[in-house]
């Protein structure tokens, strides 16, 4: 495996530990955990774990789309929040742009 699709992985891995931490110990706002944003949660860590599989089958199209479904409505809203939860939207974000150079990468090699 190389170094930018290690890195992706470590990236994804994190979205998933940091959905799962604002799941079980958000300590910023205990009221915010309600039915809807604990379906959000599981859907975002749904989407990074898609993620995985498109980064383990090496699909980088794949990754971009699975990047750009979890950054768009969410992430960027993370990346304006003031706690630790801002590392979603930037992990979000930074996978987003390595699936394009994977799949750019990709293309130039054919």
């Known amino acids: 495996m190389n170094a930018a699709r290690a890195a992706t992985v470590a990236l994804l891995l994190a ?7 604002f799941v079980a110990f958000n300590p910023f706002d205990a009221s915010a955990l309600t039915p809807e944003s604990v379906a959000v949660a599981l859907v975002m860590a749904a989407l990074a774990a898609a993620g995985l599989v498109a980064v383990a089958r090496n699909r980088p199209g794949f990754l971009v789309l699975t990047s750009a479904a979890s950054f768009l409505p969410v992430g960027l809203y993370l ?3 003031p706690s630790v939860f801002r590392l979603i939207g930037v992990a979000n974000l930074l996978c987003l742009l390595a699936g394009l150079g994977l799949w750019w990468r990709r293309r130039q090699i054919r």
Do not use: K
Not at 15 to 20: D, G, K, P, S, Y
């Open 15 to 21: 979205t998933i530990a940091l959905w799962a931490a």
């Open 79 to 81: 990346l304006g929040v």
